[in-house]
């Protein structure tokens, strides 16, 4: 069983749809939690960082910890066609060299 | 902003060849880490260096040796490749040991026939 379980989708929406996506984990150890957006033949790149639990806003986007369930999400709202790329959960702990383990990715398409 | 560098972008090797990749870290980023990822799959973890010496170890095979030099570019070398070889290596770099940001180049897409 992976250490970080996510949806692969795919998943599309109608332009302006509020989006969610999660990731589930198994490693007590994980302290920060990323969303990468990764677009066709690009690197990832990096959205929105979290650390321990709570909640981060940036904009359109917010996401979530909740580390008493091992889960985090993250919510785009009034999503747009440019919001369309395959978003990736990565976790790492807080020791030491930062290896992230990366969620399969959720591949997520706007619709206008 | 100045960002990663990789290079090659693309690269076409046989099976039974060697491959070399270089990755040009962001300046004054002196950690560099190396991810694979496969057709249709997440990033997977490979190798870390930070001030020039081996810092991590993942899922790295022992065909594949890297180093990190004096103007922390690193490079990846790859021997005796096979076509399970053939994938997407990021280069991601960070402003220290320890910090959560890594900001990953474009990557190099080699292909094993």
């Known amino acids: 069983q992976k250490e970080v379980e996510q949806d692969p989708g795919p998943l599309s929406v109608p332009e302006g749809a509020i989006v969610s996506l999660n990731c589930t984990y198994s490693?007590?150890?994980?302290?920060?939690f990323m969303w990468y957006r990764q677009y066709s033949r690009k690197g990832p790149e990096l959205l929105m960082y979290?650390?321990?639990?709570g909640n981060k806003e940036d904009g359109r986007f917010t996401a979530q910890v909740d580390k008493s369930s091992k889960y985090i999400s993250l919510f785009i709202r009034d999503s747009q066609p440019s919001d369309s790329a395959t978003y990736l959960c990565?976790?790492?702990?807080?020791?030491?060299?930062?290896?992230?383990?990366f969620g399969q990715g959720t591949r997520l398409t706007i619709n206008p | 902003a100045a960002g990663v560098i990789q290079s090659p972008r693309h690269l076409i090797k046989e099976k039974r060849e060697t491959a070399t990749l270089k990755c040009y870290p962001i300046?004054?980023?002196?950690?560099v880490y190396w991810y694979q990822q496969g057709p249709g799959q997440d990033p997977q973890f490979l190798i870390s260096?930070?001030?020039?010496?081996?810092?991590d170890k993942g899922s790295i095979p022992d065909r594949f040796s890297a180093q990190q030099f004096s103007d922390y570019h690193s490079e990846l070398n790859m021997s005796s490749l096979e076509l399970g070889d053939s994938a997407l290596y990021f280069c991601?770099?960070?402003?220290?040991?320890?910090?959560?940001?890594?900001?990953f180049g474009p990557g190099t897409r080699l292909t094993v026939t």
């Open positions: 990565a976790m790492s702990g807080d020791q030491g060299a930062q290896k992230l383990v």
């Open positions: 979290t650390y321990s639990s």
């Open positions: 260096f930070y001030e020039k010496m081996q810092s």
């Open positions: 991601a770099s960070s402003p220290g040991f320890g910090s959560y940001e890594q900001y």
């Open positions: 300046p004054r980023h002196d950690t």
């Open positions: 490693n007590s150890a994980f302290q920060y």
